[in-house]
C-alpha cells in the first residue's frame, strides 16, 4: 500500500466565529441519500484441472502428479468458507487425444467439499492439452450474479505443461476475457514446468487481471492453490449505490451525501456533480479496486479532483440525472490529489481523497455556494491491467456549529505518537481483518494477531476521539522459507485513514509505512498526530485530514511476491495498537476530558459482527463529528456483495483501453 501525496489545497489563513464546526448526529432525514438497492450477487471459483497424459508422471516424491493434484484441491476446498461457489472442470481426461476434450465435473454452485472431493478422485489423466478452449468454457461456467451485480468471478488453472493443441492461443483468449467485463480473474499455477509452459502460464495469468503461483513440488503445489483461492473468496466487499459518472462534465450525475459504486477503465475520466452551500466543509473519498496482485506500474495513477462548476440549478437531486446546466471542467481547480501504487509487485486498493474546505474569510471563488464537479481520472503505463476497476465512492458533508462556538487550535504535531512511541506489549489476541472499508474489524487498543496472504489487503479500525492519536506498528513474521540460495524480497505495508477515508501521510519520514519483507521478522508503522478540529486548515498531509473524531482504518498489505518467499500459505502479523491523549468531550476551546459513563474513561465491551473486540469509542455525541454522508449510508442499508461484487453500469460513449 505504498502511496504518493501529492495535494494542490487553498491556502487557509486566520479563524475567527465564521469557522466551521461539526453537526451533531447524523443527516437530517431530509437530506440523507436514498437507500442503495440489496443485491444477492457474488463472486464464485472453477478450477480448471490439467488431466493430460503427463499428470500420470511421477512427481518426484514416489506419487503421480494426479494424485498430488487431488490432494491439493482437497486442502482447497477444506479452506474455503462454507457455501463459497465453487466448481471444477478438467480436460484431457476422457480421451488419448483430441483437442475438444474438456468437461465439467462439478458445477459452481454453493460448496460441497465431499462432492468436490469425489468428482476430483474420479478423474484419470490420458489424453491432450487443450488450455485455450477449456479457458473459453470456464468463463461460461461462471454463472452471471443476479440483479446486475457482478462479483469476483476467478478461473484457477493448474497445469504441468503448455497448451498442445494451438487453437484457441491460451493468452490471447485470457485477455478477450478479461476485457469482456469486469471482476473476471484467471490465476494459474504451474505444477513443475519450464521453459515455454511456464512462459504460457505467466501470460495467460498477466493478461487475464491475475497472479501465477510456481510449484515445484507437491506441498507447494497445495500451497499456492490454497493462497489463490483464499484471495478470491476474501475479495473486498463493496457498498454503495450504483451511479455512472459522466464522460464530460456535462453529463456528470448530480450526488448527495452517500456512499457510491462506478468503475473507470484505463486513461478514462469520469465526472460527477455536486452542490456545496458557502459555509460547509464537503469531500470525496475514491477508492479503486483491482484484482489484486495485477500487473501495475508503480507510477499508475487514481486522481482526483474538485473544480468549480457553476450554478445551483438543474440536473436529479439525488443522482439520477444529468447536469442541464452543462458545466464544464475548466473552472478554478478547488483541490486534487494523485495516489500511486509506487510498487511493481502488484495490485493493491488506492484511495484518492479531495475536500472543499471554507476560508475564513468566504471570498475566494471555492468558497461561493453553486455547483461543483468532481473528476476522477485514471492514468495506466503501457503493460499495467486493462481491466476495468470498480470505484467505491464516499461524498460526505460538515455543516456549521450554534455560532460562537470557538474550536480549539490545531494539533500539527506527531508529540507523543511519533516514530519512538511506546507501544502495547503482552499476548496477542486473535482478530481476522476485513476486506475493505465496509467490514474492517473493530478493535481496541492492544495486541491483535492475524494471517495475511500474499496480495492482500486486510483492514481494522479503531475509535479515536477530539484530542487523541492513533498510533501503531505492524509486525510481519517470521517464517520458514522455500528454497535455498539467494533471498527473494517482497515487502509489507500500511496505511492509515481518518474516518472519512482520507489517506493520512506518513509525516515526512516520522513514519515507516513499508519495509522489505524475505520471511524474517520485519516492522512497519504508521500514525496520526491529535485529532482537532481546525486541522483542517493546515496544509500538511499528515495533519490536514485529521479533523474530526471516529473510526480510523488501519490497512494492512503483503507484496504479491511473498508468495515465492514463505513456506506457509498465510504469513504471520502482529499489531500494536495505542490511541493516545485524553478523549476531549468536544472539538471546542478548553474542552474537558470526557468522562465515560461509569466514571471511567475504559474500554467499551462491544463487538463487532465478525466477533472481535471493539473500542470504547462512537461517532455520536455532544459536540458531534462525523462526516454525515458516511453515516447516513450506513443508516440507510448498505449494498454489499460477497467476493467482491458491485454493480455493474454500463456507460456512455466510454471504452477501456489499454493504458
Not at 461539526?22 to 490439467?50: C, K, N, Q, R, Y
Not at 522455500?482 to 500500511?494: F, I, K, L, M, Q
Not at 495533519?543 to 506457509?568: C, M, Q, S, W
Amino acid at each position: 500500500m505504498t502511496r504518493n501525496h501529492r495535494r494542490t489545497a487553498v491556502t487557509w489563513t486566520g479563524i475567527g466565529a465564521a469557522l466551521l464546526a461539526l453537526v451533531a448526529g447524523a443527516l437530517p432525514a431530509a437530506a440523507a441519500p436514498p437507500a442503495p438497492a440489496e443485491s444477492t450477487g457474488a463472486g464464485g471459483l472453477i478450477m480448471v484441472l490439467d488431466s493430460s497424459g503427463s499428470m500420470a508422471d511421477d512427481d518426484g516424491a514416489g506419487r503421480t502428479r494426479m494424485a498430488s493434484a487431488r490432494s491439493a484441491v482437497g486442502a482447497v476446498v477444506d479452506a474455503l468458507p462454507d457455501g463459497y461457489p465453487t466448481g471444477l472442470r478438467v480436460y484431457g481426461a476422457d480421451r488419448a487425444s483430441g483437442c475438444t476434450d474438456t468437461r465439467l465435473v462439478r458445477p459452481v454452485e454453493p460448496l460441497d467439499r465431499s462432492a468436490v472431493k469425489r468428482a476430483v478422485d474420479g478423474v484419470r489423466p490420458k489424453g491432450d492439452t487443450p488450455i485455450g478452449l477449456s479457458l473459453r468454457r470456464a468463463a461460461q461456467d461462471l454463472p452471471e450474479p443476479a440483479d446486475g451485480a457482478i462479483g469476483t468471478r476467478t478461473i484457477l488453472l493448474i497445469s504441468d505443461g503448455e497448451d498442445n493443441c494451438g487453437t484457441p492461443e491460451p493468452c490471447r483468449v485470457a485477455e478477450e476475457l478479461a476485457r469482456a467485463g469486469v471482476g473476471l480473474r484467471i490465476d494459474t499455477v504451474g505444477f513443475q514446468v519450464k521453459g515455454a509452459a511456464r512462459e504460457q502460464l505467466e501470460c495467460v495469468a498477466a493478461a487475464g487481471n491475475g497472479r501465477y503461483y510456481d510449484a515445484p513440488d507437491a506441498d507447494a503445489l497445495a500451497r499456492q492453490l490454497q493462497r489463490a483461492a483464499q484471495l478470491t473468496a476474501d475479495g473486498y466487499r463493496f457498498a454503495g449505490r450504483p451511479v455512472t459518472g459522466g464522460d464530460a462534465a456535462g453529463a456528470a450525475p448530480v450526488l448527495r451525501p452517500g456512499q457510491y459504486l462506478d468503475s473507470i477503465g484505463p486513461g478514462e475520466t469520469r465526472y460527477y456533480a455536486a452542490d456545496f452551500d458557502a459555509i460547509s466543509t464537503a469531500g470525496f473519498s475514491v477508492t479503486a479496486v483491482p484484482q489484486p496482485g495485477a500487473a501495475v506500474d508503480r507510477f499508475d495513477v487514481l486522481r482526483t479532483r474538485i473544480v468549480a462548476a457553476g450554478g445551483p440549478d438543474g440536473g436529479g437531486p439525488d443522482g439520477d440525472g444529468p447536469n442541464a446546466d452543462s458545466p464544464n471542467a475548466d473552472g478554478p481547480s478547488c483541490e486534487r490529489d494523485d495516489e500511486r501504487f509506487r510498487q511493481s509487485e502488484g495490485a493493491v486498493p488506492l484511495t484518492s481523497a479531495v475536500a472543499r474546505v471554507p476560508s475564513e474569510k468566504g471570498n475566494r471563488r471555492c468558497d461561493e455556494a453553486g455547483r461543483y464537479v468532481l473528476t476522477v481520472e485514471r492514468e495506466s503505463k503501457k503493460g499495467s491491467d486493462a481491466a476495468r476497476w470498480p470505484l467505491e465512492m464516499v461524498y460526505a458533508t460538515e455543516a456549521p456549529l450554534a455560532d460562537g462556538v470557538v474550536p480549539a487550535q490545531a494539533a500539527p504535531e506527531f508529540g507523543a505518537g511519533g516514530r519512538d512511541a511506546a507501544l502495547p506489549t503482552g499476548t496477542p489476541r486473535e482478530v481476522r481483518g476485513g476486506t475493505g472499508f465496509n467490514d474492517a474489524a473493530r478493535i481496541a487498543p492492544g495486541v491483535w494477531k492475524d494471517r495475511v496472504l500474499p496480495s492482500q489487503t486486510l483492514w481494522y479500525k479503531i475509535p479515536a476521539g477530539w484530542g487523541q492519536q492513533v498510533r501503531y506498528d505492524v509486525e510481519f513474521a517470521n517464517e520458514p522459507t522455500v528454497g535455498p540460495g539467494a533471498r527473494t524480497y517482497s515487502y509489507g505495508s500500511t496505511e492509515l485513514f481518518t474516518p472519512a477515508r482520507f489517506p493520512v501521510g506518513a509525516g515526512g519520514g516520522e513514519h515507516r509505512p513499508n519495509t522489505p519483507y524475505d520471511g524474517r521478522p520485519a516492522v512497519a508503522g504508521a500514525g496520526s498526530v491529535p485529532v482537532a478540529w481546525t486541522n483542517r486548515y493546515e496544509s500538511r498531509p499528515t495533519v490536514r485530514p485529521v479533523h474530526a473524531k471516529g473510526d480510523f482504518y488501519l490497512a494492512v498489505t503483503l507484496g504479491a511476491r511473498a508468495a515465492e518467499i514463505a513456506e506457509n500459505p498465510r504469513i504471520g502479523v502482529v499489531l500494536r495498537v495505542a490511541v493516545l491523549g485524553d478523549e476531549l468531550a468536544g472539538p471546542e476551546h478548553g474542552a474537558p476530558v470526557l468522562v465515560r459513563e461509569g466514571g471511567g474513561k475504559g474500554e467499551g465491551k462491544n463487538g463487532d459482527k465478525r466477533g472481535n473486540a471493539a473500542g470504547a469509542g462512537d461517532s455520536g455525541g455532544a459536540g458531534g463529528a462525523g462526516w454525515t454522508g458516511i453515516a447516513a449510508a450506513a443508516g440507510a442499508g448498505a449494498l454489499v456483495v460477497a467476493a467482491g461484487g458491485f454493480l455493474l453500469v454500463r456507460r456512455r460513449g466510454s471504452r477501456g483501453r489499454r493504458g
